[in-house]
């Protein structure tokens, strides 16, 4: 999927959107890339990044991640409550 935010100003600014992730091996983010995770129980994760880019186990701290990422894999999922803002 599409970046929404890749030629935009304003990615810093507060989220305007968000949604439950449903981790997948598979299947990208519904809405594309995000620009940011919120975590609501600490863990790790396997993410795949805005550019096509594997990042394994991943340190996902409970609250906000600034880290724009295209996947959350369910694989190795130690995090929990994660939800993609937009």
Do not use: E, F, H
């Not at 970046?3 to 519904?30: C, E, F, H, M, Q």
């Not at 880019?53 to 130690?78: A, E, F, H, M």
């Amino acid at each position: 999927m599409a970046d929404k935010y890749a030629n935009t100003n304003g990615v810093d600014s507060p989220a305007r959107i968000y949604v439950p992730v449903t981790a997948s091996d598979s299947t990208d983010l519904t809405d594309g890339v995000c620009r940011a995770l919120l975590v609501g129980t600490a863990g790790a994760a396997t993410l795949i990044d805005a550019d096509g880019n594997t990042r394994t186990d991943v340190p996902l701290q409970q609250g906000y991640n600034p880290i724009r990422v295209q996947r959350v894999k369910s694989t190795g999922l130690t995090a929990s409550n994660i939800w993609a803002l937009y």
